[in-house]
């Protein structure tokens, strides 16, 4: 029997089955969907940790005041946020004699301390309250900054009065565009706007005068001090010398009674990394679940179709039908089901996952990942690829076949004439 005739009879059994049919569909739908799903956020995340720490860089460094945990922020730009019960929040303890330390240590090529807070900035007579200034030492800090221009330039030597802002404060905090060379007001003060960064929203300044604007910044302390190193792969030793420096120039004695964090980009992004795999797979177990009940699902329903078929089974096999043309018409029924279910949940996978960014105020892309606000685990756009719906059309095809392979094989070694009379 040529594979059209019998690819034909299985189109046939099963749109003759409808009803039992899409109730089984309906859990390869509810597997796919959630695969799907889980997957491309899954991708999507894993995208947007490495091109967050792809733009804080490798080899950048930093030293922030307070012991902070593994998980501190800090990838938008300024220094970390911590959460901790031992936060920066407390007396700033990091100063100019710290980066003339830092400068000694072997493998540091750069050294720049920066103090952080929020002020009221005003454009065009209207005011955004709270925006992030970070004040930089504007001689260092285009060789040190991973941030990349979108328009202008950085801030030089004699930049007294002038600032560097973020994309997204010169698009959408004021309503309307403010372009280069721009006056803004920064706690009362004047700033001409001579670079726009891509895809920020901090305002960076001298820093000298940011400790004149920012409340309760020193005269000599930092909040943070980035450490450019020339080889990244010396990093961790890197950051063993500075940790022994700083603890040597702070007079600390116990590790415990540290008061500073030395933060590692490279070894953050492998212990994120493995924990979203390990959060992948959970999720990833919990929507295989879905797949193994649709599974049995179709085999529930191939065993049903060889029964309701068992006289037409035999009058095929009365007629010349060889066993493995029996066979292979199950097995086609069996794998339509799973590829109708499969469509079904690929496109419900994709829609699902976009919804959940949507609700999640980020963006989603279908082809690579994109550039979202926020920063977190499941706080990332979806990357929806060809091999990811390929393969899960396939999977639920094979998912299909494969449970409906024992229905089938009863089906073929039917007795014709216990098969003619059958009821």
Do not use: C
Request: aromatic share 6%.
């Amino acid at each position: 029997m040529r594979l059209k005739k019998s690819l034909h009879l299985a189109v046939n059994i099963f749109v003759h089955s409808k009803l039992r049919s899409w109730l089984t569909i309906i859990g390869i739908i509810v597997g796919i969907a959630a695969v799907v799903s889980i997957i491309s956020m899954s991708l999507g995340a894993q995208q947007q940790l490495e091109s967050r720490l792809g733009n804080l860089g490798a080899d950048i460094l930093t030293v922030s005041p307070g012991m902070q945990r593994a998980f501190g922020g800090g990838f938008g730009g300024g220094p970390p946020e911590s959460e901790t019960s031992s936060t920066s929040s407390e007396a700033k303890n990091l100063t100019a004699r710290d980066i003339i330390v830092l400068k000694s240590i072997p493998n540091v090529k750069y050294v720049m301390g920066q103090v952080s807070g929020t002020a009221d900035i005003t454009y065009s007579s209207k005011t955004a309250k709270n925006q992030r200034v970070n004040g930089v030492d504007i001689s260092i800090w285009k060789d040190i900054t991973t941030e990349k221009l979108s328009s202008g330039r950085f801030l030089t030597n004699g930049d007294m009065y002038s600032v560097v802002i973020g994309s997204r404060i010169a698009s959408s905090v004021f309503g309307k565009e403010i372009p280069l060379n721009s006056k803004i007001t920064i706690e009362g003060k004047s700033f001409n706007v001579v670079g726009i960064l891509q895809d920020d929203s901090t305002i960076y300044m001298p820093i000298d005068v940011a400790r004149t604007i920012l409340e309760d910044v020193g005269e000599e302390e930092f909040d943070s001090i980035s450490v450019k190193i020339e080889d990244v792969t010396l990093a961790n030793q890197t950051v063993t010398d500075i940790t022994e420096k700083l603890m040597l120039s702070h007079g600390i004695l116990q590790e415990k009674k540290i008061d500073f964090t030395v933060t590692n980009p490279s070894a953050m992004q492998a212990t994120m990394e493995e924990t979203m795999q390990t959060m992948a797979i959970f999720l990833g177990a919990i929507a295989a679940i879905s797949l193994i009940v649709g599974a049995i699902g179709i085999a529930n329903t191939m065993f049903t179709a060889v029964l309701e078929k068992t006289k037409e089974i035999g009058i095929m096999k009365a007629i010349g039908t060889q066993n493995k043309d029996i066979m292979i018409i199950f097995l086609l029924n069996s794998g339509l089901i799973g590829l109708v279910g499969g469509l079904g949940g690929v496109i419900i996978g994709v829609l699902s996952s976009t919804a959940i960014n949507t609700l999640a105020g980020i963006s989603t892309s279908t082809a690579a990942a994109g550039r979202p606000g926020g920063f977190g685990f499941l706080s990332s756009s979806s990357v929806v690829s060809i091999p990811l719906i390929l393969g899960s059309l396939i999977f639920a095809v094979l998912i299909g076949m494969i449970a409906g392979a024992i229905p089938a094989y009863k089906a073929s070694k039917m007795n014709p004439v216990d098969a003619l009379r059958y009821e």
